[in-house]
């Protein structure tokens, strides 16, 4: 698990391509070959946000192999889990930039609806006192780790987006 608060690791993966290529670092390493083959874009492209990636320490070199006369460098990230934290403002607005990312690709991935579909989506304004906020923060982080450990290799790919935030007081 790895704790995303500094400025430079929030803006890295406030990219929506950027937030794709960790997405699919999750399940294996990749070359950046093999990330611009799956994303359909060229690979110096891939390969500028994957060196954005590695300096803001989000994504490392797991291994490498020779081909032909170059080595090939495969990248895994740098933790399984990404928490996102704010300390101040700035860092606010970049913990709502990697949100956004996240809701973007995760609305990518959302397979049209078939019969006995699972998908379950809302969104939901409500006001809150401090106290009641913190126990939903809880229950989600528990409902994170109790989703995290149901995983099972041989199961259908399933997605869990939820967050919990302070609104605009004008939204």
Known sequence: MLVVR???QLRALGDDLRAKIVVLLRE??????ELATKLGLPKGTVGHHVKVLEK????????TRK??????????RTARLFLFKSSDDAGSEGVR??????LRTAAEEILPAVDGDRTTFAVLRVRLTDAD?????R?????????RAAE???????GLAAALYRRHPDA
């Open 133 to 137: 906020a913190t126990r939903f923060v």
């Open 67 to 76: 081909v032909r006369a170059l080595t090939e460098r495969y990248y895994g």
């Open 6 to 8: 500094e400025p430079e």
């Open 152 to 158: 099972d290799p041989a199961g259908e790919p399933y």
């Open 139 to 147: 229950r989600l982080e528990r409902l994170h780790r109790e989703f």
């Open 28 to 33: 294996r390493a990749a070359s950046t070959t």
């Open 97 to 102: 930039d990697v949100a956004a990312a996240s």
């Open 56 to 63: 803001a320490g989000l994504i490392r070199v797991v291994r």
